[in-house]
């Protein structure tokens, strides 16, 4: 008995080293991220073609690279080393070569190019040397043909004095775009053989989401074709033959979004995605999974009984079903319907979230999976089996002391049952520990059983945290989406406060020490609810808003300013205008010291937001601070601005909370 003996009380020792070798998150951990993407399975069905993201701490941003793994997960190879390659990645039909955009330039363009490389091995070298500004590209079925999307590029006059900007668009701002020009994206076909470029479409509109049919004659597409699409949010699904003169046949006419088509492989069909609302404005919506002939007959929507949000629809190999992921209440799932009988039928689930699928036509599914303690990586399914075939991030998380985390459900004053995911330290019991309730943006976006960074580097340092799916969230239906609509700050902070409320009746969090923050959506629910609760000892509001009335015209919303808000200049509709800016008007009943952050390039929520509520805090003695981070956007971009924001978060509330 002394051998074993001995041996379980080693491996224990050893089991305990290396718990003890675990550390918590640090701002820094920016620079050891990865983020992966892409998944494109070769014709054999052997390999598969992906794209990762690596920090570069040296040059303070990222460089994307080209992976290819085996199907068994047993091997992988490194295709190329540029700081700017791997865009849009995929084999060619033949499987010979692997193609991607890069602007990389070996001649007089910089914009992206299409690069060919023998998947054999071997230098990649530039294939296409278009002028226009390429924004994505098709293989036809053969490969004989590659269709582009393309804009025409601006003029370069290399002159140090700009020229004025002239704004003529009713949509003229767009965040990183910023001021919106008229340029439209075309279809182009390029002949492989000849490299001869022919134009498919042109005018005043664009195209985008291409797809060629399996014979590869005909070609669909989405486009906006009203009299003025920047006064709308309406997509059709249009068809054309693939040859120059070719008239375009539109084939849906829902006043809503028809996008994403999909040919089944046999032709007969298209699978696409249809919005649920027939309106002007979509925004508190979901997608609806639906098929029709390519002449526009026999239109059929599968899964509007889910009343869930689907997207990623893959045919089967025989096209007699179609599968699909499903975002449902913290979940994000496969399931697949059955178009003879209309059946659904879920193939995996669980307390996770699979966000793409790929059929093998060799058999056997790819996916896309991540979940609490394990960030993104590819995986194989096969009869319900999961195995993973990449390991990008893998080292790095074997270090990190992650908080465990767990779902609850709270309810609000007004009975609604609001959905929650609840983090806290690993190794610590969950009494009484200071708290953060971190708000997701959107709003129409959910919390899911996914890895998530900025929770985790809350948690790991010492904090419970909470997400919380209050309502306008997805992944609880239509209505609850929707019940928000031109309510701003009501339900949402109802559904929050009763989150807090459910937490601390449990004994989880310090009713004492609690914190409050989030970014964008996250940011303005931040504003709105330290306005109507003093109770939060901290907040960190970043690119957020509070005096609505003033984002009108100054952000990329007009559309919907006007139709769900209303115009300020009718006296009902500036009633609700000003009701919805009641953190900025009624100042003065928040206690709560504040941090407000925003990139100062922000078209989507501008930095007047911040500087708005920063103003008003500071005239009021209130503890404040303002971080504007330099030519940033609406998202944060420069890696040493990122780790800035998270030792800001823990500064501020460790200095409140702790």
């Not at 919005?275 to 899964?303: C, H, Q, V, W």
């Not at 900025?454 to 209050?470: C, D, K, P, W």
């Not at 959506?521 to 003093?534: F, H, P, Q, R, V």
């Amino acid at each position: 008995m002394r051998k074993p003996l001995l041996f379980l009380c080693l491996f224990g020792l050893m089991l305990s080293a290396s718990a003890q070798n675990k550390r918590k998150l640090s701002p820094n951990d920016v620079y050891h991220f990865q983020s992966i993407y892409g998944g494109e399975i070769s014709p054999d069905g052997k390999w598969v073609l992906y794209s990762v993201s690596t920090p570069d701490s040296a040059k303070n941003s990222t460089s994307s690279d080209l992976f290819m793994t085996s199907w068994d997960g047993n091997q992988t190879v490194q295709l190329t080393h540029y700081d700017n390659g791997g865009g849009n990645a995929t084999f060619s039909p033949d499987g010979k070569y692997i193609s991607f955009l890069s602007s990389k330039a070996v001649d007089s363009t910089d914009n992206n190019q299409i690069w060919l490389m023998d998947r054999r091995g071997g230098e990649a070298f530039q294939f296409t040397h278009v002028k226009e500004n390429l924004q994505s590209y098709i293989w036809s079925p053969d490969g004989s043909k590659i269709l582009l999307l393309m804009k025409k590029a601006k003029k370069d006059k290399k002159s140090k004095v700009k020229p004025p900007i002239v704004n003529t668009r009713y949509h003229y701002k767009q965040d990183i775009a910023g001021y919106v020009d008229s340029t439209t994206t075309h279809l182009y076909v390029l002949d492989v053989k000849t490299k001869k470029v022919e134009q498919l479409t042109d005018g005043v509109y664009s195209e985008g989401q291409a797809a060629w049919s399996p014979d590869g004659t005909k070609i669909a597409f989405v486009s906006n074709r009203t009299e003025d699409p920047d006064r709308n949010d309406n997509s059709d699904i249009f068809i054309i033959d693939a040859k120059k003169g070719a008239t375009i046949k539109q084939l849906t006419t829902w006043k809503g979004s028809d996008t994403r088509p999909k040919w089944s492989k046999d032709g007969k069909y298209i699978a696409y995605l249809r919005s649920t609302a027939d309106d002007t404005f979509i925004n508190y919506d979901e997608n609806i999974l639906s098929i029709m002939k390519p002449d526009g007959s026999d239109a059929r929507l599968l899964t509007a009984s889910l009343d869930r949000p689907v997207s990623n629809p893959t045919w089967a190999a025989d096209d007699q079903s179609i599968y699909f992921t499903v975002e449902d209440d913290r979940q994000q799932y496969i399931s697949k319907v059955d178009l003879a009988s209309g059946k659904i039928n879920q193939v995996i689930r669980g307390d996770r979230s699979f966000s793409a699928i790929a059929l093998n036509p060799k058999g056997g599914w790819l996916t896309e999976m991540s979940d609490p303690q394990h960030p993104s990586n590819f995986y194989t399914l096969s009869d319900g089996n999961l195995k993973k075939i990449t390991t990008v991030n893998d080292e790095w998380v074997s270090h990190i002391d992650l908080a465990n985390v767990k779902g609850f459900q709270s309810k609000s004053k007004d009975g609604t049952l609001v959905s929650g995911l609840f983090y806290t330290p690993a190794g610590v019991k969950a009494e009484k520990l200071p708290f953060i309730l971190f708000i997701h943006g959107g709003p129409v976006a959910q919390d899911e059983y996914a890895f998530d960074f900025y929770r985790q580097m809350l948690a790991t340092n010492g904090y419970a945290v909470a997400a919380v799916n209050y309502r306008g969230s997805n992944g609880r239906g239509i209505a609850y989406s929707k019940a928000i609509y031109a309510d701003w700050g009501n339900k949402e902070v109802i559904d929050l406060l009763g989150a807090v409320d459910y937490l601390t009746k449990q004994g989880w969090v310090d009713p004492n020490r609690l914190g409050i923050g989030g970014w964008s959506y996250g940011g303005i629910l931040t504003d709105y609810t330290i306005a109507s609760d003093t109770r939060f000892k901290a907040a960190c509001s970043g690119a957020g808003s509070a005096m609505q009335l003033s984002m009108y015209g100054i952000d990329q919303y007009l559309l919907q300013w006007n139709l769900e808000i209303g115009l300020p200049w009718v006296k009902k509709d500036l009633d609700r205008y000003m009701r919805i800016s009641y953190p900025f008007t009624h100042a003065d009943r928040i206690k709560t010291p504040t941090l407000f952050m925003v990139g100062q390039n922000d078209f989507n929520v501008p930095s007047e937001g911040s500087e708005q509520m920063y103003a008003a805090l500071k005239t009021l003695n209130i503890p404040t601070e303002l971080i504007v981070y330099p030519g940033q956007f609406h998202g944060i971009r420069v890696l040493s601005y990122q780790v800035d924001r998270f030792q800001r978060y823990l500064d501020w509330y460790g200095k409140y909370l702790k």
